[in-house]
């Protein structure tokens, strides 16, 4: 975060143009304190992917009455809505960012351990049509797919 | 004779055995999906559904415990 859009944080939290995720937690019905409302904002305009230390750090600069419990509190409860997504860089902490629109699958290589992501509209219109005819509304979904490569040709397969 | 403790030592053994190999595949498969962010029960899942596809004479329990031994740490019950 810049430190002028900082400074407009602090001067005007209530003022300034709700950000992504505070539009997500208002879709999902999430009561936004305004001490909520400084962590959404942090979390939404990190560039990184900040530790749970780290969000406090930022949003006490914005309200410094902010304590790491509401932090912590908050931020389980974002991710328990999905709209923010934790991640493990193998450093033993916890890093969180704003959960990403696309939404995709993975498929796991069973030879090698390798996860691929992936995106098919046609998968997700199919998955939500399976829901529809069966008379759901679609809330979510999960899907992972399991495969080995395709053995390529080896050259004297190879047709002249 | 030899009792089912020690044949299950003994499958517990073959699967962290060099000559198989799989060990680092279902780890890498584990480190990857909690990585993107899925939760580490089903990152958990997804890596014993790689085990047994290695080892499909390990029943689902038995391949869920080596599974959650190899990536100790990195579940939480």
Known sequence: MV????????DSPEEALPSRLER????????????????????SESADHPDVEEVYRRAAE???????ATVYRSMRLFEDIGIIQRHDFGDGRARYEEARGDHHHHLIDIESGEVVEFQDA????????????????LIGQRLEIFGRRTKSKTKGNEPT | MISGEDDESARFAACES??????????????????????DR?????????????????????????????VAGGVLH
């Open chain 2, 42 to 70: 089903h990152a958990l899942e997804a890596a014993t559904v790689v085990l047994r596809w290695h080892h499909p004479e390990l029943p689902e329990p038995e391949a869920v415990l080596i599974v959650e031994r190899w």
């Open chain 1, 3 to 10: 430190g002028a859009e900082r400074k407009r944080l602090v």
């Open chain 1, 122 to 137: 046609q998968l997700e219109a199919a998955v939500a049509r399976i829901a529809r005819d069966l008379g759901f509304d």
């Open chain 1, 62 to 68: 914005i309200d410094s009455a902010i304590s790491l």
């Open chain 1, 24 to 43: 997500a937690c208002a879709e999902r019905g999430l009561k936004m304190t305004g001490q909520r409302r400084v962590i959404a904002r942090v979390l």
């Open chain 2, 18 to 39: 060099a000559v198989c190999g799989c060990r680092p595949i279902v780890e890498r498969a584990y480190r990857e999906l909690v990585g993107r962010g899925r939760p």
